[in-house]
């Protein structure tokens, strides 16, 4: 008989926004003519930059003719986007990232998960807490995470790091020694971000410790404040120990479209090996890259009228963030975040559950968040909201929450 991978069996429910679906899926059923307006999981509402259009419709084009045609492409991504990438995302900001240290795949969120293929499983894992499940679930999957514990709503091998008010909700190195580090800036849930000394210190843990940082930068294009590190690459000494993930996703609105990237330094070793090499290894086994249409809208995003209109939309999303945060605030509710994220996390009022605060809203105010407590212990109590809705709708779900209140 067929031996299943028994670590699916101890993952507690089902995926936090499959479980934050089926309830409103099940409130919307029994309350037809709720008007439900969803701030819950972190989708694009805006439509493709018409620069990304033109450019998609273009090799549609070509891939009709004989000339134009392409079958497999490079797994690791064309030479004209891993070019455009290193460019434009690094080389500008005074970062040298060089093309072959691109890899471009269908996603930040698969390729967060997939990186755990090269690491070996005895290794000791540090999540931040809050934290964005993936990370933790996909080490449960590959058995690193050990025994999930009801009581605490932890698993017992991972080392958990709380991000709460107290530390503006940016971890810092733990005593004990963690091999894996997953650090997201700006973060997702709670829309802090980390200073370029708080990043330092991370470094310096990482290349005295012989860890490997798994740096999640998908939301990077809301940082706001000019001194803010936009890379861990910024960083002296990230290239030693840092790989950074990277989306077109809430940059260019590509949650339908998929397109990301993963930079893995040629300095980066480990046991003697260069990670790059494995990933390299990993990825030309296992995927087979991310369509030429697509990768042709992802370029279109680095020409001069690209970038201006996908920070159009970038604007548009953070004036909702603003409204938002403002919006409750007035109301009486703490909020964080939002200023260099597209997330606003919300202490609920009089300290109630999250899950409570999140039923009571869909019912009484028919809008959707998200519960904090669904992306670690230490979210109970807050709730997150996003940015990436409808303008309208956005002032109108603030609306509803603060007559409700
Ligand atoms: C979120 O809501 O946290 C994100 O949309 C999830 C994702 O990007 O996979």
Redesign the pocket.
């Known amino acids: 008989m067929v031996k299943v991978n028994e670590n699916y069996g101890k993952l507690p429910g089902s995926y936090l926004?499959s479980e934050v679906a089926r309830r409103i899926a099940a409130y919307t059923a029994a309350h037809p003519e709720a008007n439900i307006i969803k701030l819950s999981?972190?989708?694009v509402t805006r439509p493709l930059a018409p620069a990304v259009i033109e450019a998609m419709h273009q090799a549609v084009e070509e891939m009709g003719t004989f000339e134009g045609f392409h079958g497999y492409g490079p797994e690791q991504g064309y030479p004209f986007l891993r070019e455009a990438i290193a460019q434009f995302d690094y080389r500008e900001r005074g970062v040298d990232i060089k093309p072959e240290e691109i890899f471009v795949s269908d996603g930040?969120?698969s390729d967060c998960g997939n990186i755990g293929d090269i690491f070996g499983v005895d290794n000791k894992v540090a999540v931040c807490d809050p934290v964005?499940p993936?990370y933790v679930d996909t080490n449960a999957m590959a058995g690193r995470a050990g025994e999930y514990q009801e009581e605490t709503g932890r698993w017992s091998n991972l080392i958990y790091m709380p991000c709460v008010e107290e530390n503006g909700f940016a971890p810092v190195p733990p005593k004990e020694r963690a091999d894996i580090i997953y650090l997201c800036f700006p973060n997702?849930?709670t829309g802090s971000m980390a200073t370029r000394e708080q990043l330092q210190q991370w470094v310096d843990y990482a290349n005295a410790n012989g860890s490997v940082i798994l740096y999640d930068s998908?939301y990077e294009a809301f940082i706001t404040g000019p001194d803010i590190p936009h890379s861990i690459f910024e960083i002296e000494g990230a290239r030693t120990c840092a790989i950074e993930f990277r989306s077109f996703?809430k940059t260019a609105g590509f949650t339908g479209n998929r397109c990301a990237y993963t930079v893995v330094p040629m300095e980066l070793e480990r046991s003697g090996v260069k990670l790059n090499a494995m990933w390299n290894r990993r990825q030309t086994t296992k995927f087979n890259g991310v369509p030429y249409v697509v990768q042709r809208g992802a370029a279109a995003i680095y020409t001069p009228q690209g970038r201006q209109q996908i920070m159009e939309s970038i604007s548009y999303y953070q004036r909702n963030a603003q409204v938002i945060r403002e919006g409750l605030t007035q109301a009486g509710l703490e909020c964080f975040g939002g200023v260099n994220a597209p997330y606003i996390w919300l202490k609920t009022p009089d300290r109630m559950g999250s899950w409570d605060f999140f039923d009571l809203v869909l019912d009484r105010a028919n809008v959707a968040i998200?519960p904090g407590v669904g992306f670690g212990p230490s979210g109970e109590g807050y709730v997150r909201l996003?940015a990436f809705g409808d303008a309208q709708a956005t002032c109108q779900a603030v609306e509803r929450i603060r007559k409700m209140l």
């Open positions: 926004f999981i972190g989708d930040a969120k964005y993936v997702n849930p998908a996703s998200t996003t």
